[in-house]
């Protein structure tokens, strides 16, 4: 048989086919293993512990020639702790483990770490450890981290249920438009040096790309109003693929609608200067980093009425068919187009 290329299999696939290796328990205190954001690991009688891991890699999650260092370490935390939101439980811990090449000073790792801990005390975290190792192929992050949920609260991806009411917090497709904003300044500076160039119309944008925020505050929110969604997610890989991933885990289908994508106005007056399809970049994007969920329709006139920052865009069905409603009225079936790992 000829072997498979990963680029082939794709992320999902690779971890499909390593979750069939492991589909067994060796302990008792295993309730969630590989397929949800975190692992749920039982830890007293009423809560269970939260574990997420996660790896930025040089050249592939981001381009140190216009990403700052400490914004780095402070994106290293929360897309890491934002697994922890999406599971509706809150982050406690954290490790750090780098791989560093020679070109790296002591100056630019402190750097790093001063991102790294503005985080920690934003989100009230702690730094408990890590590794150091040389690499060869420049920066490579890795960051776990721990926390904990109430039993009675936890959220999963696989337990949406018909008729749930599917909801986004935030805006979508602004961190994607600001990935193209310093693409395209980078390629002008390489072509001609001299140019200083002019973000300031886009710092909101760049902003969301470079220094995410986790939604930690609407899960204090949904704890406030006592509100268990039914199935959550965060939004790493883009709206349309991590939809999908509630679809096909939950077994029912999606219906959104184009029009109620929360995209703000300064987001589709750059897409349009970029030439690019507002819509596109809100469900392709990713790194958004905001929270996709559902509720029943109490929970979500609660919400309503107490002014919480979502968007409802749709809501979960039978016929296990995942479309977007375009703005004309015709259907379209969403595709897992977002961010991909190989």
Sequence with gaps: MKDKSLESIGEFGLIDIIKKKFNSKNNDSLIIGIGDD????????DDYFLISSDMLVEGIHFDLTYHPLKHLGYKSVTTNISDIYSMNGFANQITINLGLSNRFSLNAIEEFYKGVKIACEEYNIDLVGG??????????IS???????????????KTAKKNDIICVSGDLGRSYIGLQILEREKSVFLTNPEMQPELSNYSDSIEKQLKPKARKDLIEKLSE????PNSMIDISDGLASDLIHLSVQSNLGVKIYEEKLPI????????????????????????????????NEKDYNMLKDNDIDITSIGYFTSNKKCNLVSKEGATIGLKAQGWKHF
């Design 38 to 45: 975190a692992a749920v690991i039982s830890k007293s009688k």
């Design 131 to 140: 590794d150091t190792t040389s690499s060869k192929t420049g920066l490579i």
């Design 143 to 157: 960051v776990s981290a721990i926390g904990n949920v109430l039993k009675n609260k936890l959220t999963l991806r």
């Design 225 to 228: 109003f006592n509100i268990i």
């Design 264 to 295: 703000l106005k300064s987001t589709i007056l750059t897409a349009n200067e970029l030439n690019l399809n507002p819509t596109t970049c809100a469900l392709n994007g990713g790194e958004d980093y905001e929270l996709l969920f559902s509720v």
